[in-house]
């Protein structure tokens, strides 16, 4: 117990410390003699749930620069018109559930240095700091088991150099990076503890004059990849012990410890996470992030692979069907919109007759070069110059328009002749521009449903080759086809049956 009249005599007391006693009653007026008062330090205090810190000065001593108090649980402070001091002032409250009673006492805002050790401070239902609104230092530490404040309301003391965090939880929060923002003069920031998962570069975006941050992490600690880019100033970063992850996503912080100036203390001693096991942090990443790096360049390996299998797969097989359809559409909607009107209105009038007049050619030849002397030499001449009637002929050697593209020229070609004519032979089959050829004829047999393509056999092509060309090989089985004889007499009655089909004119049903 401490009486009024104790240290009644201790006028020039400077320094009183009975900090180390249990006190469980101070009478008012206590240190009302002490004017020259500096440092004062008491506690702990029992069973005093009421402090009136006024009544025990009388008025603060105006040179008093330091003030602890030991109180107890649920004790209450009631400030009052205390005064405040000349400088700088540093106060210490140590204990559990502390309250302030005033809403809003003059005195804190005097508080430049703050240290909280404990569990809960209020006043009313607040968290308290944010009320010493002129603080440069703030220590806080509590009980993560047991506190569950929202710390936020720091990022509201602007004029913070230093701040600790000590065994605080901050995993109880949504968005514990919200206490950080604001605290552009923040120098050193300490947190011990914490209960952060993650640091990110969004809660240190406002730390422009950080110049030394101290990590301690009982838990795996995640750093997103680029959180210092928001630190300016910063010269070192001490880690005290920090459980990191063993995966390569930390990775980026190592290749950051060795290009920044700033320093990386403790970095060879810090372990990381793999499995429930704790590994040196530097040896695992070495080894675990070349094995992914590996990993890496043999899934590029494989894919670069299947893409070129895949692109020659597709020049094989999907090519020639790819330029068809182009072919299909482009001549859909030319015949949609140009010819194809023109000769729907003449079959409209009945003019089939004249449409098929009005074409360009009587047959277009597909053939292979390998077969070209066979045409040129015997299909041209009995056609265009012999017998009746005179057939107009289009052979890809001698009327393609030169400088328009071959596909062009195969299409217009087999579009302005009644009758497409191939010449079969097993180099007809090889042939790629004779495969599109017979297809683009095909589609028109199949859009226009007319006998428009005639099939001649140069040589004998069993069932079983012609079973790998199912196009064709569906041809030959519904449809007439004309071999080419071998003998001397059979082919006049050969030209004459290939003349007939390419002369008669269809007409289109009513």
């Not at 920031?189 to 969004?202: E, R, S």
């Not at 790629?432 to 199949?446: F, G, I, K, P, Y």
């Given at each position: 117990m401490?009486?009024?009249?104790d240290?009644q005599?201790?006028?020039?007391?400077?320094?009183?410390r009975i900090?180390?006693?249990?006190?469980?009653?101070?009478e008012?007026?206590?240190?009302?003699?002490?004017k020259?008062?500096?440092?004062l330090?008491?506690?702990r205090?029992?069973?005093?749930?009421?402090?009136?810190?006024?009544?025990?000065?009388?008025?603060?001593?105006?040179?008093?620069?330091?003030?602890?108090?030991?109180?107890?649980v649920?004790?209450?402070?009631?400030?009052?018109?205390?005064?405040?001091?000349?400088g700088?002032?540093?106060?210490d409250l140590?204990?559990?559930?502390?309250?302030?009673?005033?809403?809003?006492?003059?005195?804190?805002?005097?508080?430049?240095?703050?240290k909280?050790?404990?569990?809960?401070?209020?006043?009313?239902?607040?968290?308290?700091?944010?009320?010493?609104?002129?603080?440069e230092?703030?220590?806080?530490?509590?009980?993560?088991?047991?506190?569950?404040?929202?710390?936020?309301g720091?990022?509201n003391?602007?004029?913070?150099?230093?701040?600790?965090?000590?065994?605080?939880?901050?995993?109880?929060?949504?968005?514990?990076?919200?206490?950080?923002?604001?605290?552009k003069?923040?120098?050193i920031?300490?947190?011990?503890?914490?209960?952060?998962?993650?640091?990110?570069?969004?809660m240190?975006?406002d730390?422009?004059?950080l110049?030394?941050l101290?990590?301690?992490?009982?838990k795996?600690?995640?750093?997103?990849?680029?959180m210092?880019?928001?630190?300016?100033?910063?010269?070192?970063?001490?880690l005290?012990?920090?459980?990191?992850?063993?995966?390569c996503?930390?990775?980026?912080?190592?290749?950051?410890?060795?290009?920044?100036?700033?320093?990386?203390i403790?970095?060879?001693?810090?372990?990381?996470?793999?499995?429930?096991?704790?590994?040196?942090?530097?040896?695992?990443?070495?080894?675990?992030?070349?094995?992914?790096v590996q990993?890496?360049?043999?899934?590029?390996?494989?894919?670069?692979?299947?893409?070129?299998l895949l692109?020659?797969?597709?020049?094989?097989?999907?090519y020639?069907p790819?330029?068809?359809?182009?072919?299909?559409?482009r001549?859909?909607?030319?015949?949609?919109?140009?010819?194809?009107?023109?000769?729907?209105?003449?079959?409209?009038?009945?003019?089939?007759?004249?449409?098929?007049?009005?074409?360009?050619?009587?047959?277009?030849?597909?053939?292979?070069?390998?077969?070209?002397?066979?045409v040129?030499?015997?299909?041209?001449?009995?056609?265009?110059?012999?017998?009746?009637?005179?057939?107009?002929l289009?052979?890809?050697?001698?009327?393609?328009?030169?400088?328009?593209?071959?596909?062009?020229?195969?299409?217009?070609s087999?579009?302005?002749?009644?009758?497409?004519?191939?010449?079969?032979?097993?180099?007809?089959?090889?042939s790629?521009?004779?495969?599109?050829?017979?297809?683009?004829?095909?589609?028109?047999?199949?859009e226009?449903?007319?006998?428009?393509?005639?099939?001649?056999?140069?040589?004998?092509?069993?069932?079983?080759?012609?079973?790998?060309?199912?196009?064709?090989?569906?041809?030959?089985?519904?449809?007439?086809?004309?071999?080419w004889?071998?003998?001397?007499?059979e082919?006049?009655h050969?030209?004459?049956?290939?003349r007939?089909?390419?002369?008669?004119?269809?007409?289109?049903?009513?």
């Open positions: 401490l009486a009024a009249n240290f005599s201790l006028r020039s007391l400077e320094v009183l900090d180390e006693n249990v006190i469980e009653n101070i008012d007026g206590t240190f009302r003699n002490q020259e008062l500096r440092e330090a008491f506690g205090l029992e069973y005093i749930y009421t402090l009136h810190l006024n009544m025990l000065f009388y008025g603060l001593p105006k040179d008093i620069q330091y003030l602890s108090i030991d109180a107890y649920g004790t209450t402070l009631l400030l009052g018109n205390i005064g405040r001091p000349k700088s002032f540093r106060f140590n204990g559990f559930e502390l309250k302030i009673g005033e809403n809003y006492p003059p005195f804190l805002e005097s508080v430049r240095e703050l909280l050790t404990g569990h809960t401070f209020f006043i009313k239902n607040d968290f308290f700091v944010p009320y010493f609104s002129h603080l230092s703030l220590e806080f530490s509590g009980d993560p088991e047991r506190v569950f404040i929202n710390y936020t720091i990022s003391l602007h004029y913070l150099k230093r701040l600790k965090l000590v065994n605080l939880n901050f995993s109880n929060h949504t968005n514990p990076g919200m206490t950080f923002w604001n605290l003069q923040l120098q920031l300490v947190l011990y503890n914490c209960h952060l998962n993650f640091l990110t570069k969004m240190f975006r730390l422009h004059s110049e030394l101290h990590l301690y992490s009982v795996p600690l995640i750093l997103q990849d680029g210092f880019d928001t630190l300016p100033v910063l010269r070192a970063v001490v005290d012990r920090v459980d990191f992850r063993c995966d996503e930390t990775a980026w912080f190592l290749e950051w410890a060795q290009s920044t100036r700033a320093q990386v403790n970095l060879q001693q810090q372990q990381c996470v793999w499995h429930y096991q704790k590994l040196n942090l530097l040896s695992t990443m070495e080894k675990l992030c070349q094995t992914d990993y890496l360049c043999y899934l590029g390996t494989v894919n670069i692979i299947s893409l070129l692109s020659a797969l597709s020049y094989r097989f999907a020639w790819c330029v068809v359809f182009i072919f299909r559409l001549g859909y909607i030319e015949r949609q919109f140009g010819k194809g009107w023109r000769r729907r209105r003449q079959r409209r009038r009945g003019d089939g007759l004249e449409a098929e007049e009005d074409m360009k050619y009587d047959a277009f030849v597909s053939f292979s070069s390998r077969d070209e002397a066979w040129l030499g015997e299909l041209a001449p009995r056609l265009e110059e012999q017998g009746q009637p005179r057939l107009r289009c052979l890809h050697s001698r009327d393609f328009e030169v400088g328009k593209g071959i596909v062009d020229n195969i299409a217009e087999i579009y302005s002749s009644r009758r497409t004519v191939c010449v079969l032979s097993r180099q007809y089959l090889r790629d521009w004779c495969s599109l050829e017979m297809r683009v004829a095909t589609h028109r047999l199949l226009e449903q007319k006998h428009r393509l005639i099939l001649i056999f140069l040589e004998h092509i069993s069932p079983f080759e012609l079973n790998t060309f199912h196009r064709l090989a569906k041809l030959v089985k519904s449809r007439t086809y004309l071999d004889p071998q003998e001397e007499g082919r006049i050969f030209w004459e049956r290939l007939r089909n390419i002369a008669e004119v269809e007409m289109d049903a009513p």
